[in-house]
């Protein structure tokens, strides 16, 4: 091998590329702005300093912004899209009706079959409608049924993330992954189904690793109250004037809200009294509670309590919030990465005026048995944090409508109407037509969402509302990073890097190294971060090595999709952490073995398939 030395440009871009890294780990900055600074630093560094190799083609500026025109990135907006029809229309209830009666029934059958289930689906859409549609299902089945919902959760959800892997369309990573792979080796164009064997073969067993063994190894999670609600919430009561508690001792309460328990009780903004029994209870005293939301609005209810502040003037009761109308309802806001809510307090984001709720509790996914002090409306909030909001149908509905964050209510049932059956044929039809290589999916996918908007299934407010900003943002940014390697010829010299440390190795044994690396990667940064990045390089090892490329972009779909082992590696790990009630540790326990048994599973198939 003709050693390799690097620019430069060469080395600014490597050194870009680990300031990328570490930035999409950072909770504290959004997403969207990392890549954008990402993006701005190599247009301007690329401007200031031209780059004109000896050989090969000019890399200039402009290069940088093809992202936004890449038929992967066109694709997955397109999906996106099309998905959220199927989310609005209800398509997907009758499967919840079946999943919710199984369990009723068998409920560690039912645990295999919805396992299946959820692999299933998300081999065709985003792993997030599955999740959002079958949590609340399941979490008050297993409940009922006295199945551990902590058994139940995790597994449902790496269960999307293994079906996921099995298709060209199941996730972003493998639309990028594959429209890279094509950009770099136009001679071998991937059909949608060319890696869904050994993906079922290795994801069979997972699937029965997530069934059989999984539930064993997590402590139990279960919340102390046997309601269907997953999550305890901090809350903060206040006294009325009036109202049934005022003038009442602390006994005389808890022997009228029988079960509540009360960790503090403040009076005015910096006294706090001790809970003696006869403590007597005044207009304007905040009672500390953690409990679920129905107990929580029954506590208010034979108090004549409020879980809110009437005397707050900087957040009044008024029209913009109609707490007192008729047809209330509760609902649960999951605060996600890139939301607006995303490391801002409720005062500085204005939630009450924008959106016409009131937030009455909060449960804290990272410390759920931490006690939330203070106001409410002025603590910081974070990834897989869930806010308990009260507020009318429509306004409930309203933010469900912006796909600006994430409303997990059991208040309304999914609307299924005429449009459902609709949805599904069209997304059918996108299936078809690309797994039989009539039309590219790129093709298919714009058509369908076409389809989905003249045929009513989809509006464009619930279109616009399925984009998300981050993701186009890190694909671009990504795929600018990615081009950059590739360009300055540093994507060759670290491959190069790679095959000399490993030189004397057989080709399988390094095949399999560089499948663990993009595991681990992947639970570092996004998975879109670590596939984009990984694939030229894995191509450059494929030359290298003057083998097929094929085996080497498969490692880096697969080791970019498994992410098992962080609640912060995929999105849905942390809808599911809340949901069940687990630590990171659970994550740890269960997803390191996940990721062994997937990894040796691929290690062996590859070479197999590929001969090498």
């Not at 229309?89 to 919710?100: F, H």
């Not at 079958?134 to 139940?152: C, E, N, T, Y």
């Not at 006294?239 to 009076?267: H, P, Y």
């Not at 047809?327 to 005062?347: F, K, N, Y």
Request: glycine share 8%; net charge neutral.
């Amino acid at each position: 091998m003709q050693p390799i030395t690097p620019d430069a440009h060469g080395i600014a871009v490597l050194i870009l590329t680990v300031i990328a890294l570490y930035l999409f780990t950072r909770d504290q900055i959004p997403l969207e702005s990392s890549s954008l600074a990402i993006l701005i630093i190599l247009v301007l560094g690329f401007t200031v300093f031209p780059y004109e190799p000896a050989t090969g083609a000019r890399l200039g500026p402009v290069d940088f912004f093809a992202g936004f025109g890449n038929e992967a990135l066109v694709t997955v907006c397109a999906l996106m899209i099309v998905g959220k029809a199927l989310e609005t229309t209800g398509a997907l209830q009758p499967l919840a009706n079946v999943v919710g009666h199984a369990w009723s029934t068998r409920p560690v059958l039912a645990l295999l079959v919805t396992l299946a289930a959820c692999a299933g689906l998300s081999a065709f859409m985003n792993n997030t409608p599955i999740v959002v549609l079958l949590m609340p299902i399941l979490v008050g089945a297993s409940l009922r049924s006295k199945f551990p919902v902590a058994g139940v959760m995790m597994p449902m959800g790496f269960a999307t993330i293994v079906g996921g892997m099995s298709t060209t369309i199941g996730t972003s990573t493998n639309l990028l992954v594959i429209g890279i792979a094509q950009d770099l080796n136009p001679e071998h164009q991937y059909s949608m189904f060319e890696w869904t064997l050994p993906v079922a073969m290795v994801g069979g067993v997972a699937i029965l690793f997530l069934w059989l063994v999984a539930p064993r190894l997590i402590p139990d999670r279960t919340p102390p109250m046997a309601d269907t609600s997953p999550r305890v919430f901090s809350a903060q009561l206040h006294i009325k004037e009036d109202g049934a508690a005022d003038g009442m001792t602390l006994s005389e309460v808890l022997a009228k809200a029988e079960g509540m328990r009360i960790d503090k009780i403040q009076r005015g903004e910096s006294l706090f009294l001790a809970k003696l029994p006869s403590v007597k209870l005044l207009p304007g005293d905040r009672l500390f509670v953690k409990d679920s939301p129905e107990n929580l609005k029954h506590y208010e209810q034979i108090l004549g309590a409020t879980l809110f502040n009437e005397s707050d003037l900087e957040h009044p009761i008024n029209e913009d919030t109609p707490l007192r109308a008729e047809g209330q309802q509760l609902a649960e806001v999951v605060v996600t990465r890139g939301s607006p809510l995303h490391l801002r307090s409720l005062a500085s984001a204005r939630f009450s005026a924008s959106y016409g709720l009131m937030p009455l509790a909060l449960h804290r996914a990272r410390a759920p048995s931490s006690q939330v002090t203070g106001d409410l409306n002025m603590i910081r909030l974070r990834a897989g944090d869930v806010l308990l909001v009260q507020g009318s149908r429509e306004a409930i509905n309203t933010l469900k409508d912006s796909g600006s964050m994430l409303v997990l209510d059991g208040t309304t049932d999914l609307p299924h109407t005429h449009h459902a059956k609709r949805a599904l044929t069209i997304m059918g039809l996108v299936i078809l037509t690309a797994a039989l290589g009539i039309l590219p999916i790129s093709v298919a996918a714009v058509l369908g969402l076409g389809l989905m908007i003249a045929t009513g299934s989809l509006s464009w407010s619930d279109a616009s509302s399925a984009l998300s900003i981050p993701v186009v943002m890190i694909i671009v940014a990504a795929l600018a990073l990615g081009k950059a390697l590739v360009g300055t010829g540093m994507a060759t010299y670290i491959a190069f890097s790679f095959v000399d440390a490993a030189s004397g190795w057989p080709t399988p044994m390094i095949l399999s190294a560089f499948l663990l690396l993009m595991a681990i990667m992947t639970q570092i940064v996004s998975n879109n971060a670590a596939a984009v990045i990984g694939a030229p390089i894995g191509i450059s090892i494929a030359a290298q090595l003057g083998v097929s490329p094929e085996p080497f972009v498969l490692a880096v779909l697969f080791g970019a999709n498994m992410s098992f082992a962080t609640p912060f590696g995929y999105q849905t790990n942390l809808l599911i952490m809340s949901a069940g009630g687990y630590k990171a540790s659970d994550f740890l326990r269960v997803g390191i073995q996940l990721t062994i048994i997937m990894w040796l599973g691929f290690s062996l198939l590859l070479p197999m398939m590929y001969k090498l």
